[in-house]
């Protein structure tokens, strides 16, 4: 036997079909693997089995049988035991049928006749996730929603050290500047702080920046008079003024221009304010917060940020760490966005296998906690049963590739630009300089994020893996094996993607 044989004949397989034939080929495509096979010949048949149990590693199970059909079987067996992998098979494939497979959580779905090789790539990735399955972590009694009602969830010393920060600024009136990488939360803390404050009971308006085009900042945040710009029919009341009491959290401050920063510093220091094109001074009792993913200090020197607006700003200084400074919290993070997903009926998965959530707790987050409700929305709703495993991760994730925010807010890139040392890349070099095409390899991802969104709408990665594969096989001549280590994948991952493009077409 064969070491591959030796380890699959811990496994059984159990082959449900009315066809005698089926039972017989597929169980011996299996069987020559090593596995143990059991049969049985109806879906009735199929669920005593699974009822009297020990239940089988992995199911193959015929949709059209004579009797209760597949589904049915499929939806009985799961209520008996809802881990179960369970791997349909069809001769009269049409998309209801495989939708619905995968909604009542078939673990996949195969088309007859097979491939014997695709049944055999199919049930080792199954039994995978059968085992993935049987190590799920400990339901989590330790995160208590009740703890964490201001949404800020996180035992780590750097976080914990950012509560008792906001719990001795939150109480005075003074200005804080939360700086943080995208997605870290200080939107969250700033609002906590506001939650907090002495002025909790007052309005509280956060302005971003970054957002509103620079023509309009002024009168957005100071107000305007009648008449005072084209487009200026009536006269309007600011954010500061309609904060008056309140607090006002400006975001993304670093992309304020110089001249808004000089206004800003003048409410700061005198509590006054101007209407665009009014003359009258206006008292405004307003406290600041401000937040920005910047580095201000170095704005400072390049006079991209005024100094004295700086210190104004900075008299009391949050910086929120990186999820990858505080990874010891993704567990807790995680249970916490799956009960919320739950309560609000968006998903019904609340655990993780032990793999996956070490798979979450070792990615690098370069989006921080906003990447992470991502993931973990996404594969929330992938996952067939109350487990997500390793298999519901995206890609991405597995590969040791990043999604890093480019530029914008709640974009995905491809890239994270400590990776990105461009000098060491041995790119071409664009041949015309006045050539508007991508200059660096950040620029290149850049260009390809917008270009493919502009396509193909939110298919993002799976395009671009598709073309990354395809290069890859071609580079290697075809070479799977090759081609698999390159991008970094399995090969059993690197043929399932080449089996769907070829379905594709
Ligand atoms: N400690 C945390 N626990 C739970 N959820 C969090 C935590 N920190 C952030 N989040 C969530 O992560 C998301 C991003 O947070 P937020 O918008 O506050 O980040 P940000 O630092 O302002 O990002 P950006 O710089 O991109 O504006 C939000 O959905 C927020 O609720
Ligand atoms: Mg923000």
């Known amino acids: 036997m064969s070491e591959s044989q030796i380890k699959n004949s811990q496994f059984t397989v159990l082959v449900v079909d009315d066809d005698d034939e089926i039972r017989y080929s597929l169980g011996r495509v299996l069987g020559n693997q090593g596995y143990q096979i059991d049969t049985a010949a109806s879906g009735e048949e199929g669920i005593e089995k699974v009822k009297h149990g020990p239940s089988p590693d992995l199911i193959f199970m015929d949709i059209r049988m004579g009797g209760i059909t597949g589904l049915e079987t499929l939806q009985h067996m799961r209520s008996i035991d809802s881990n179960l992998q369970i791997i349909l098979m069809t001769a009269f494939g049409t998309a209801q ?30 039994i995978d996730a059968s085992r993935d399955l049987r190590t799920v972590s400990k339901p989590s009694k330790k995160v208590n929603n009740e703890d964490y009602k201001e949404g800020i969830v996180g035992k780590s010393a750097p976080i914990q050290e950012v509560f008792k920060i906001i719990g001795q600024v939150a109480a005075s009136d003074a200005t804080v500047l939360v700086t943080g990488e995208s997605g870290t939360g200080k939107e969250l803390i700033a609002n906590c702080i506001f939650q907090h404050s002495l002025r909790s009971g007052g309005p509280f308006m956060a302005v971003n920046c970054a957002a509103i085009p620079e023509n309009l900042i002024e009168s957005e945040l100071f107000g305007h008079e009648k008449g005072s710009f084209t487009g200026a029919t009536s006269q309007r009341i600011g954010k500061f003024e309609q904060c008056d009491r309140g607090t006002i959290f400006l975001d993304e401050i670093g992309d304020m221009s110089l001249t808004t920063q000089t206004k800003i510093l003048r409410v700061l220091q005198d509590g006054e304010i101007q209407r665009v094109g009014g003359s009258e001074t206006i008292k405004v009792d307003v406290r600041v917060l401000a937040a920005t993913n910047k580095d201000l200090e170095t704005m400072v020197r390049e006079k991209e940020f005024r100094e004295d607006l700086y210190y104004r700003l900075n008299v009391f200084r949050i910086r929120v760490p990186s999820l990858r400074e505080r990874s010891e919290d993704v567990p807790d993070i995680v249970d916490f966005m799956l009960q919320k997903l739950v309560k609000e009926r968006k998903a019904k998965a609340t655990r993780l296998s032990e793999e996956a959530m070490a798979t979450l707790s070792r990615y690098s987050w370069p989006g921080n906690v906003r990447e992470l409700g991502n993931v973990v929305y996404h594969s929330a709703v992938v996952a067939q049963g109350g487990v997500i495993l390793v298999k519901d991760l995206p890609d991405t994730l597995l590969t040791g590739g990043v999604i890093q925010p480019v530029a914008t807010q709640g974009s995905i890139g491809l890239v ?38 502009a396509r193909e709408g939110k298919r993002i990665l799976t395009f671009i893996e598709k073309q990354m594969i395809q290069r890859a096989i071609a580079d290697t001549g075809g070479n799977q094996a090759r081609a698999a280590e390159i991008l970094g994948i399995t090969r059993n991952t690197l043929r399932k993607r080449l089996d769907e493009y070829a379905s594709d077409v």
Do not use: C, W
């Open 97 to 126: 049928t495989a939708i619905e497979a995968m909604k009542f959580g078939a673990h996949d779905y195969v088309m007859k006749p097979f491939d014997p090789e695709k049944v055999i790539s199919l049930a080792s990735i199954a």
């Open 416 to 453: 994270n630009p400590e990776n990105v040392v461009i000098r060491d890349l041995d790119l071409p070099s664009p041949v015309d300089p006045v050539s508007t095409g991508p200059q660096s390899l950040a620029d290149t991802f850049d260009f390809v994020y917008e270009e493919v969104k």
